[in-house]
């Protein structure tokens, strides 16, 4: 009985605990992570381990910017347009070939003719359109949204059973790219009569697509197992791997701790993990881990000021704020070399991109004469005033990006310098969502948007879009900056490449002389995967891609 | 009898009431679901689109007949749909409920072996030299956060000895970390009463007499003292079982274990109202069980207790 447990070993066993414990910190975590061994022909089989943050929400495609989301849509579905990663090209995929007129309102897709869903159901052009009517244009009924890529969606038109025709109300140049996001995954026609609760987790299994795995199991929040789909012979052309997945199934298990994410790598007990804190990527790649950081190939991460707020409309405070952040000490401090320095609003990576690092550069000196011209004046605390009012101004935490609240915590701690009182927003849900709304609650926004078309500058700033620096005032939807507005429209209606280039290089231009947006760094996704892991690869805005994924042990 | 009926009819009032109070407050809340999920800037839904939305899931219906709505519907069972992932709440409930059962009703068995242990251990006259630590350990299990005695039991075990995978675990091994992670805060309150009632009882007359009659000290301690250090022990456990639910929130996440306390903790990130509601209900439910069981323990462990109770109102 417990009565009787001779002391000396309970005493003998508190004491090795605690010493396990102090050693945990130190000791050398370095197991076998990568075999250097020459990587041989692709060996088919396996089931590759993959640990998520967080839980899937939803499967409905145009819900799947959401990362746990995507990243299992992008197993699941095909894309009527395949988009290379690396050179951002748009190839054929489940479309053979395509054409638009020159007003760019009416596209025509040729489809391949041997594809089926899981279920069976032939992917052919009625499928494609009904897909398209519903990511085009949602169903409020259903809760259903209408995908954030698709613009002027009007309606489609089934031409023959390998060919399908869309129409736009107005020029929709990014429509071809659209297709080629996660956000417009091809379902099989009986899925897309789901509600939105139908799409929710716990349905997995239900959700039929045409891609190389398909959803064999689930537990609510935690897991989910996918498998190959043995008769996937439908592939982008343009990638070298045919045929079926070489992995038979993944399971996706969600780890919301970071430490435990990392640890159960580094022990062997996951094969793959998604989201490496910053702090963590050293001792990973010590442990001689693979680090990936593929890149979001979209806006970078950003502080947006709200220009229409009384403080912020002087563009000599805009300016200071600019001038008297240390961009480069923010990321040597808090980031690793995966997060490179913004040269301008978009990724050096991102298509319409040009450098605009000239009206980028730190000089407190500077940010204290702009201030000082603006009426700014030091006061007792060493925060400025004018007119009796505070230099405080209010920047929300962007909870989803990677270390915000220690970056803005740097951050404010480099303006207090120039006289400037930053305080960071760390709110409930629904407290932050009103706020983030509200010019006089959040002056400067923080966040990011990741898609490789042109058309993404005018997501994050158009007024009926995402509407970050807040031109359209919510409350009573005026427009603070009508010039803005006509610069994002272009982007949105010019066809040609090079016009939608030069539209976005425009916006660029603009948000560079206005000073709206401070860009901070090119944010990228980091993952994590043991050394015998081979061909893990990302899609355009860095979700996972396993279908070339194999396991070399 | 009457008093059985008597129990259950506040138990009937007092859900009804945890009911009502958090509708009135997760309404009184700012901000609901609807403007989280979908006037997320990151969605890029325009105004009208939003508006569409809003009025297909009833937003503008007026609260009492909000209220009617969800509280027909939890009586035949209904809890309604997750706002965030659009899952039924009953789906999502059944699929954890009986994992955050298991973990909290071992977290507590390992939590009574370990505070009775220690409460039992620190008054052996043999032991007097580790009294000290032994009476100290409940003020540092108390003050150990969940958190970080997670992250280290997993360190150890898991990581560095690499006894127990938490990855794919076996079912035993599952339960052996989260179990000892909610157990070791739990049994701090429990050892400190235990060790105040056994200390307390050993001062009594009795125990006295009963020594004078030469029963050894064993015999007294679990014959005689036990039974009588058990009562105030009842109680707080009683009350310990809103603790475990507590725990089980950071325990879950940490481990990656479905839950009840995992689903709690995403329903309130995303103030998901009617999660929330079914959640404060179930836990309302465990709770006024525990306690009216508790109550009608006391009788049984005591018989000085069973007229007083029994009577009537």
């Not at chain 1, 997995?204 to 697509?209: A, L, M, P, Q, V």
């Not at chain 1, 702090?279 to 979001?296: I, L, M, R």
């Not at chain 2, 100290?136 to 690499?162: A, H, M, T, Y």
């Not at chain 2, 029963?215 to 809103?242: D, E, F, Y």
Request: proline content about 6%; glycine content about 8%; aromatic content about 8%.
């Amino acid at each position: 009985m417990a009565l009787r447990i001779p002391s000396p070993r309970f005493a003998a066993i508190l004491a090795l605990s605690t010493a396990a414990i102090l050693l945990a910190g130190c000791a050398d975590t370095r197991t076998a992570g990568s075999d250097p061994a020459a990587v041989g022909a692709p060996i088919t089989g396996g089931t590759a381990v993959y640990l998520e943050q967080q839980t899937y929400t939803n499967l409905y495609p145009p819900a799947a910017g959401f990362y746990p989301n995507g990243g299992i849509m992008n197993q699941i579905a095909d894309r009527l347009v395949y988009q290379d990663p690396e050179t951002l090209e748009l190839e054929p995929w489940i479309a053979t070939e395509w054409k638009t007129n020159e007003t760019a309102t009416e596209y025509t897709f040729t489809l391949r003719s041997d594809v089926t869903f899981s279920d069976g159901t032939p992917l052919d052009a009625a499928a494609v359109a009904k897909n398209f009517d519903l990511y085009g244009r949602g169903d409020a009924d259903r809760a259903l949204t209408v995908s954030e890529a698709i613009n002027n969606y009007d309606h489609s038109e089934v031409v023959d059973a390998s060919t399908v025709k869309f129409f736009f109300s107005k020029p929709s140049p990014g429509f071809v790219q659209a297709t080629s996001t996660i956000t417009s995954g091809l379902l099989s026609p009986k899925t897309l009569d789901l509600t939105l609760e139908g799409f929710g987790a716990g349905n997995g299994e239900d959700i039929i697509g045409s891609g190389p795995f398909t959803i064999t199991g689930e537990k609510i929040g935690t897991e989910l197992t996918l498998a190959a789909r043995e008769d996937y012979a439908w592939g982008p052309p343009s990638v070298e791997h045919q045929g079926r997945a070489y992995l038979d199934g993944i399971q996706i298990i969600v780890t919301p701790e970071d430490s435990v994410r990392v640890g159960s790598l580094l022990s062997g007990q996951a094969d793959l993990i998604r989201a490496v804190e910053a702090q963590d990527e050293k001792q990973v790649e010590a442990a001689g881990f693979e680090v990936y950081a593929p890149q979001t190939n979209g806006v970078n991460n950003s502080l947006n000021l709200r220009f229409r707020h009384g403080i912020l409309s002087d563009i000599r405070v805009r300016q200071a704020l600019l001038a008297g952040i240390n961009r480069q000490e923010v990321i040597d401090t808090i980031y690793t070399a995966n997060y490179p320095l913004a040269t301008s609003t978009l990724s050096k990576t991102a298509l319409g991109y040009v450098d605009e690092s000239a009206t980028l550069v730190y000089d407190t000196a500077k940010a204290e004469k702009l201030l000082d011209e603006a009426g700014w004046t030091r006061t007792g605390d060493g925060i400025r005033t004018k007119n009796g009012q505070k230099l405080t101004l209010v920047v929300n935490e962007a909870a989803p990006q990677p270390r915000s609240f220690e970056a803005l915590t740097l951050i404010s701690q480099q303006l207090a310098k120039i006289g400037v009182d930053l305080q960071i927003l760390k709110a409930d849900a629904g407290t932050y969502a009103e706020a983030i709304q509200d010019a006089d609650r959040v002056q400067i926004y923080h966040s990011i948007v990741g898609r490789a078309d042109y058309d993404v500058i005018k997501s994050q700033y158009y007024s009926t879009n995402r509407n970050v620096l807040l031109n359209r005032n919510p409350q009573d939807n005026s427009i603070g900056d009508p010039k803005l507005e006509t610069l994002l429209e272009a982007v949105a209606s010019k066809v040609t490449p090079a016009e939608r280039a030069a539209a976005d290089k425009e916006v660029q231009d603009y948000l560079a002389a206005q000073a709206y947006v401070i860009p901070l760094f090119e944010e990228p996704q980091v993952y994590s995967a043991a050394g015998y892991v081979q061909g893990f690869g990302f899609e355009s805005v860095a979700r996972p891609s396993f279908y070339n994924v194999w396991l070399n042990k | 009898m009457s008093y059985i009926l008597r129990r259950l009819g506040q138990a009937v009032i007092v859900l009804l009431a945890a009911f009502t109070g958090s509708f009135l407050l997760l309404q009184a809340l700012p901000g609901d679901a609807l403007l989280i999920k979908f006037e997320n800037p990151e969605l890029g839904l325009s105004p009208d689109q939003i508006a569409a939305i809003r009025e297909s899931y009833g937003a503008d219906i007026p609260l009492p007949v909000q209220f009617w709505h969800a509280l027909t519907g939890f009586l035949s069972g209904d809890f309604g749909y997750s706002v965030q992932s659009g899952t039924a709440v009953r789906d999502l409930v059944a699929e954890v409920l009986p994992d955050t059962l298991r973990l909290a009703a071992f977290g507590f068995l390992a939590a009574v072996f370990l505070a009775v242990s220690i409460a039992f251990l620190s008054t052996f006259p043999r032991l007097a030299w580790v009294r000290g630590v032994l009476r100290s350990l409940p003020s540092l299990f108390v003050s150990v956060p969940v958190f970080w005695l997670g992250i280290v039991l997993i360190q150890v075990f898991s990581f560095q000895l690499g006894l127990i995978p938490v990855i794919n675990p076996s079912p035993a091994q599952e339960l052996i970390l989260p179990v000892l992670t909610l157990a070791i805060p739990i049994s701090a309150p429990l050892a400190q009463i235990l060790t105040r009632s056994v200390d307390d009882t050993l001062l009594q007359p009795f125990v006295a007499v009963v020594r004078a009659k030469g029963a050894s000290r064993t015999w007294v301690l679990t014959r005689n003292v036990a039974t009588n250090a058990l009562l105030p022990t009842l109680t707080i456990a009683g009350i310990l079982c809103g603790e475990l639910i507590a725990g089980a929130v950071v325990t879950e996440t940490v481990f990656g274990r479905a839950g009840l306390g995992r689903l709690t903790e995403q329903a309130v990130a995303h103030q998901d109202t009617p999660v929330l509601q079914t959640v404060v209900l179930v836990s309302a439910v465990v709770f006024v069980v525990v306690n009216l069981v508790v109550d009608l323990l006391y009788p049984v462990l005591d018989p000085r207790l069973t007229r007083k109770a029994g009577a009537p109102a």
